[in-house]
């Protein structure tokens, strides 16, 4: 029992750690913007896709893979800022409407990349995968570096958000946008750099997650469903929030099949949401508002 | 007002008589004989969808080529069930059956297949699985099984696992569905009788690709054997992350695709299999003339699901609509080839098949068709053991 409980609690703080990224990821754009970006689940369908031709069909290394899908990842979710949530913004579109279009993006998106690239997974190649143990955990080289690669880019952003200038104007106006403005900071160019780096972060977490399940064209939603619930887990507006959220999940998730088959993972990261949101409607970080 | 009235009247009148002398319908669309199918077209069994719509469009093309049936041409009409959602499927098959007005579907997936089974009854209206193996299946009007069901082929894993494998305690990992569901009824059932144990139990989601919990909960149990109830590309998925966790066991199954051995790579080494196989490689002149097609037709080489749905259209519906074509019946007519059908039921409905040998489909909707041991021997499958008669022989 303590083997199994030991190898649960590993698989929890590995598959929190990438659910840590991809709600910072997420979390970054919702605090600054309030665009509910469901989109986001196609910038990494994207990115990922972009990744997989680079290294599958012009064999091009893994680690050029991973720095193009940040890059198609950032430029796409540029693109996405410009093309569609600016012009809804312009004619005074509503929340609802927003959410909507994006909707609709990740629906359009994903028969497109159906249409081009096929129903069939794509393997991302270039990376060993074999099993390490460590006494009574077991995990794969890929979760490994899932764990390294998630901890390495959230301190990075963490450090760039506390300690430069462009960090503290994205903190100041996911705080009180107005405020902000007030101070001189444009809201707008801020809205286009959190969409530039939540969606080259999103790409990343999103290549990492190919390595070990394969590109398809639906790999996107899974990831940013568990990318909102580690949000609303940790607080809308805050970044350790939302990464604490992401490691509560994914142990939660992991934890629970002590005592439940592994198939009820879904619905326990539901329960706990829910649980979070009666007790604690702001979030375990969030700021309480009257 | 009443001359402009009566010269409305009369334009209307000779423009309704033109029409109608003029614009017969197109001959083809009077005599095609519409074929529909219900597949996994989106969500994470579409690979499934594509291959097996594949299938059976090869053999419509093929027929239509040779100008058809008595005449008549073939044309097929895809739902999507979106991969094993049932009121999905129902919604093609109300789409089909009451706007198209089918007279046979081609449908897969056991759930699906299920929900979609009584609207086929109440229209009389043929129809063939290719794809679910869900032991439910079993004894349901108008529907016919091409494929080996998880009733016929699981006992088989049960009997390696404790014959070769001397397994005692085995544990099972499967999809949380009819068709995993009925596998691991199987195994636990036949395991009763052999002198094993099932030590755990562990549904999965249909296209999960994170398996850790499941997995660390089977190795906690500590199994002399895995035997998975799963299928596509998900056992590629599955062996991959044993294999990786540490899960030393033989693992065995119903099922191997070419797409998850490349997913599962080396970790499919060992893997054994109790199925009906059909290899593309096998010399059978049926099997040749059907892959050089399938080439030709997609680039590609068939899997056995093109291959079930091929057999559907070549194999099964054409020698019914000949029939009902030659004694100058209409197939397109509700309960004409479902009752054509059941006269060759009747009659022993045995052919030769793309697989290679013959295959009968029984009345009770099961089918016969040789059926083997598998083993996973560098990146192919070698065969390891015959079933004759209800027991493993080795090759």
Known sequence: ?290 | MKQTRLWTWTCLGVFAAWAAVASPLPVEAQETVKIGMILAMTGPGAFYGQVMSRGAQLAVDQINKAGGIGGRRLQILIEDHKSGDADAGVTGARKLLDVDKVPVILTSYSAPTLAIQPLAVEKKVLLLNGGGVGSVLVGKATLYNTRMLSSQTAPFVVQWATGRVKAKRVATLFWNDAAGQGVNAAIKETCSKFGCQVMAEEPHDIGAKNYSAQLARIKAARPDALALGTFGDDVGYILTQARAYGITAPILGVEWTPNAQKIGGKAMEGYTIAVDRFDPASGDAKTKAFVDAYKAAYGDVPEFYAANYYEHVEYILRPLLKRIVDRGGDPAKAGEILGEMERALSAKFKFGSVYGGDMQIHPDGTVSKPLGVYEVKGDALTLVGRIVEGKIESK
């Not at chain 1, 990115?47 to 940040?70: C, I, K, Q, S």
């Not at chain 1, 569609?84 to 913004?89: I, N, S």
């Open chain 1, 1 to 290: 029992m303590l083997a199994l409980a030991a190898q649960l609690a590993a698989n929890g703080l590995i598959t929190g750690s990438l659910y840590a990224l991809l709600g910072v990821s997420w979390g970054l754009i919702f605090a600054t913007t309030r665009i509910f970006h469901f989109a986001h689940a196609l910038t990494l369908t994207v990115a990922v896709y972009a990744a997989v031709v680079a290294v599958d069909r012009w064999g091009v290394g893994l680690p050029a893979g991973f720095v193009l899908a940040a890059a198609v990842g950032c430029l796409f979710g540029l693109a996405t800022e410009r093309v569609v949530y600016r012009p809804l913004r312009r004619v005074d579109a509503t929340q609802l409407n927003i959410f909507l279009a994006s909707l609709g993006l990740l629906i359009a998106g994903e028969s497109a990349i159906l249409i081009a690239f096929g129903p069939q997974a794509r393997e991302l190649p270039g990376f060993p995968i074999s099993g390490i143990a460590l006494g009574p955990v077991a995990f794969t080289t890929t979760e490994g570096l899932w764990l390294l690669a998630s901890w390495a880019l959230l301190l990075l952003l963490i450090g760039w958000l506390w300690w430069t200038r462009y960090g503290r104007a994205i903190r100041a106006v996911a705080s009180n946008r107005e405020l902000a403005q007030c101070v001189g900071i444009d809201p707008e160019r801020i809205s286009l750099l959190v969409f530039a780096v939540g969606s080259a972060l999103v790409g990343v977490a999103g290549t990492l997650l190919a390595l070990r399940d394969t590109a398809s064209p639906t790999i996107g939603v899974q990831p940013v469903l568990a990318a909102f619930i580690a949000v609303f887990l940790g607080g809308i507006g805050s970044v350790l929030g939302a990464v604490l959220g992401g490691l509560i999940l994914g142990l939660a998730e992991n934890m629970g099949a002590l005592v439940l088959p592994g198939h009820w993972q879904g619905v326990i990261a539901f329960v706990v949401l829910f649980l979070v949101l009666i007790f604690r409607p702001s979030g375990l970080l969030g700021v309480r508002t009257r």
